[in-house]
């Protein structure tokens, strides 16, 4: 079974560029979610998605950032436009039909904004 | 809201027992899973246990919870170089939300 897929690995940009990752969850996965992990941090929920609906975006800064799921597959977060403290690493998850079910991560994103 | 904690850093030898601890604040926390973070990865699940469980044994790892005292603890037996990373616990809340740790870095010397 092939595993959640991201990308690209790295990014690096400027400060007030915008900047989109893509992800693709485990075939069949209902539940999606997008997390920020900054450096010698565990990682932060900002997104989830049930299908294509969102479950809860409450630590999601919508001033900047924005995410979707077309079609209940795969999803993008963009940022726009980037400040010096996104710098991070962007993880994303999936897990089987209901919430709670065990998460299963990608190799995730590494933003570096100069 | 949920705090999770852990210790920083953990130093073993090769072939010693590996003890890395977990408390949580949030007592209705359903799951408790324990991830593992290699450099440049992603996160790998090692282990889980629901909180009516006091352990949970797969293989060389054994998870113990203590749910009066919300202490969870993750002992890796015979710990080789290969567990050297980051270790993050994470607990549950409402069914659905995650909430990790800060992580603990295990170093494995030879």
């Known amino acids: 079974e092939a595993g959640v897929a991201q990308s690209p690995r790295y990014k690096i940009i400027e400060k007030r560029q915008s900047v989109a990752f893509w992800c693709n969850p485990i075939?069949?996965?209902?539940?999606l979610y997008w997390y920020q992990q900054i450096l010698g941090q565990g990682p932060k929920l900002l997104i989830q998605?049930?299908?294509?609906?969102?479950?809860?975006d409450s630590q999601l800064p919508k001033d900047r950032f924005s995410a979707e799921r077309l079609k209940g597959v795969d999803s993008t977060l963009k940022i726009q436009p980037a400040k010096l403290e996104d710098s991070a690493v962007y993880l994303c998850?999936?897990?089987?039909?209901?919430?709670?079910?065990?998460?299963?991560f990608g190799p995730g994103t590494r933003l570096l904004v100069l | 809201g949920e705090d999770v904690e852990q210790s920083l850093f953990l130093s073993v030898r090769e072939g010693d027992s590996s003890v890395i601890n977990c408390t949580y604040t949030?007592?209705?926390?359903?799951?408790l899973y324990w991830y593992k973070q290699e450099p440049g990865a992603g996160l790998q699940l090692l282990t889980y246990?629901?909180?009516?469980?006091d352990m949970k044994q797969d293989q060389r790892l054994t998870v113990l919870l203590n749910k009066k005292d919300k202490h969870l603890s993750l002992r890796i037996a015979d710990t080789q170089t290969g567990d050297s990373a980051i270790y993050f616990c994470?607990?549950?809340?409402?069914?659905?939300?995650?909430?990790f740790g800060t992580g603990t870095r295990l170093l494995v010397s030879p």
């Open positions: 246990i629901f909180s009516n469980m």
């Open positions: 994470a607990a549950l809340r409402d069914f659905q939300k995650l909430v």
């Open positions: 949030d007592s209705s926390s359903t799951y």
């Open positions: 998605f049930q299908n294509n609906g969102v479950v809860d």
């Open positions: 075939s069949g996965h209902a539940t």
């Open positions: 998850a999936s897990s089987p039909v209901t919430p709670g079910e065990t998460q299963y």
